[in-house]
């Protein structure tokens, strides 16, 4: 079983930058896509972005193109969210995920196992 561990949130302001880590243990992630996922308050879960096992397909929602990047180290076997310009209505708790795949997809119910999220908060 795969744990991730998020880390890297914190408060900004707004039109700041934030870099969140997700790091993978008891099994390498090499091989699987992995997924950024958020929940605002008082809103439902919901997608980020999404990147293959290569690193070769990413995809994002329309609300953070532009302004977030997903990456990935297999060697450090940990994902990134690189947050750029960021808005108040990017606070939320935010959520790594994997499949036990290396297709990535936008579908929540296709991650197999997450990690307990770290709090992003945007002041204006």
């Known amino acids: 079983q795969v744990q991730l561990v998020e880390s890297g949130g914190g408060l900004v302001q707004a039109g700041g930058s934030l870099r969140l880590s997700c790091a993978a243990s008891?099994?390498?992630?090499?091989?699987?896509?992995m997924g950024w996922f958020r929940r605002a308050p008082g809103k439902e879960r919901e997608f980020v972005a999404t990147?293959?096992?290569?690193?070769?397909?990413?995809y994002y929602a329309d609300s953070v193109k532009g302004r977030f990047t997903i990456s990935r180290d297999n060697a450090k076997n940990t994902v990134y969210l690189q947050m750029n310009s960021l808005k108040p209505e990017d606070t939320a708790v935010y959520y790594c995920a994997g499949r036990t795949i290396t297709i990535a997809t936008k579908q929540m119910s296709e991650y197999g196992y997450w990690g307990q999220g770290t709090q992003v908060t945007v002041s204006s």
């Open positions: 990147i293959s096992g290569s690193g070769g397909t990413t």
């Open positions: 008891r099994r390498t992630i090499s091989s699987a896509a």
